[in-house]
Nanobody, 119 residues
Framework: VQLQASGGGLAQAGGSLRLSCAVS????????MGWFRQAPGKEREFVAA???????FYSNSVKGRFTVSRDNAENTVYLQMNSLKPEDTAVYYC??????????????WGQGTLVTVSS
């Protein structure tokens, strides 16, 4: 499975960005998908998940502001980020798991895309 994340960039506080993750090597419908992020000097943390059979779930820090969605026909997962805050600045990673993203230990990782939010 290969994951290609894109869509990062610079945004102002209160603004929006949409990240994309193109999946190849497996059909998206067979995978749980997730987004994680790593801020400078901090450990990688969970952001959002799109399970293949369950409703999406989010970390408390982004709930109500970020929305994860998937397009199985395009084999692509999206992370719509609204009301961005400077503390959302991080490298965002797309991840996939063959069984369940609930374990927070994905089988596959993408290369990361940088999101910078200015105040």
């Amino acid at each position: 499975v290969q994951l290609q994340a894109s869509g990062g960039g610079l945004a102002q506080a209160g603004g929006s960005l949409r990240l994309s993750c193109a999946v190849s090597g497996r059909t998206l419908s067979s995978l749980d998908m997730g987004w994680f992020r790593q801020a400078p000097g901090k450990e990688r943390e969970f952001v959002a998940a799109s399970p293949k059979r369950l409703n999406p779930f989010y970390s408390n820090s982004v709930k109500g502001r970020f929305t994860v969605s998937r397009d199985n026909a395009e084999n692509t997962v999206y992370l719509q980020m609204n009301s961005l805050k400077p503390e959302d600045t991080a490298v965002y990673y797309c991840a996939a798991d063959q069984v369940s993203m609930s374990t927070m230990t994905p089988d596959y990782w993408g290369q990361g895309t940088l999101v910078t939010v200015s105040s």
